[in-house]
């Protein structure tokens, strides 16, 4: 019987079982979408065979992530001291640890909470597929790829707002804009997108071509346009630019929001995450550890 003083999870008691005939690697996407994604020129991942460490350009837990864990019951403590002392020496004080569903022992999750993590402010996703067309966009909707640093702004700006970064966060994005452009101009793997309506950007989201599929990132809406089919219209773009590349598989991480719109539009749901931040001593509380790297919402 559960103690009636404890919080509830933020999480279903049980996990979602990934379908017997999904291909391992699509699998490996959904579940831990950054082993697979492309580097930047600036970003590191850390490989070990019981954990994967995804360093992004960013100093905010977001762009710090701890996945793909497979860990012996009797090492949990000493693996987490070990990416703990790892990563407060490279200055990175806030961290997201993200527990599959494949991920080791199966109390994990408690095991972490215990060791003094907490759940994240989104603290679960589900990995969702679509290896056929979805439904077209909607009329009244345009899309377009990102182009230009105008419209690179205009989807970092629509990105803060969905997220709710801090100011200081929203602060240090702005800040490195111009050179984040700059390499995503140059870059064969990734592509961001705009929905735009009576001409005004109101969504965007992020393709990352990988070698398995395509992973769907930083899906974002301003409030006042939600529910007009923006974000179906750039599910149904990024598709057609997959399909265009040889790429016909959609793969993503899902909230609460996006979920439901994303079975609506015929993804299926293979797996799930349970998302924890940890936070070193003396740093205070950030709001924008989701969406913001390589994995999040689509």
């Not at 679509?130 to 077209?136: F, I, Q, T």
């Not at 105008?150 to 970064?165: K, N, Q």
């Amino acid at each position: 019987m559960a103690d009636p003083a404890l919080p509830p999870v933020p999480w279903p008691a049980g996990r979602i079982r990934p379908p017997a005939e999904l291909a391992g690697d699509v699998l490996s996407l959904a579940e831990n979408s950054n082993l697979h994604h492309p580097l930047g020129p600036t970003d590191e991942r850390l490989v070990d065979p019981r954990y994967v460490v995804y360093l992004g350009p960013g100093s905010f837990a977001g762009f710090t992530v701890v996945q793909r864990l497979r860990l012996e019951a009797q090492e949990v403590e000493d693996a987490v001291a070990e990416v703990r002392a790892e990563l407060d020496a490279r200055g990175r004080m806030e961290r997201t640890w993200e527990v599959g569903c494949s991920a080791t022992p199966d109390d994990l999750t408690e095991r972490l909470i215990d060791l003094g993590m907490e759940p994240d402010r989104e603290p679960y996703a589900v990995g969702m597929v679509l290896d056929h067309a979805p439904d077209p966009a909607p009329s009244g909707v345009e899309t377009r790829a990102v182009e230009t640093l105008d419209d690179y702004l205009a989807s970092v700006r629509i990105a803060m707002d969905a997220f709710g970064m801090s100011e200081s966060d929203a602060q240090e994005v702005l800040d490195r804009a111009e050179r984040d452009w700059t390499s995503l101009a140059n870059s064969r793997d990734v592509r961001q997108f705009l929905a735009l309506i009576d001409g005004e950007p109101v969504a965007t989201g992020r393709a990352t071509y990988t070698d398995v599929g395509v992973l769907l990132n930083g899906g974002s809406t301003v409030e006042r346009a939600r529910g007009r089919g923006a974000y179906r219209a750039l599910v149904a773009a990024r598709w057609e630019d997959a399909v265009a590349r040889g790429k016909p598989v959609l793969v993503t991480q899902a909230g609460a929001m996006s979920r439901p719109i994303l079975t609506r539009l015929g993804f299926r749901e293979v797996c799930d995450i349970r998302i924890l931040i940890d936070r070193s001593e003396g740093t205070g509380e950030s709001t924008a550890s989701e969406g913001a790297a390589g994995a999040g919402a689509g």
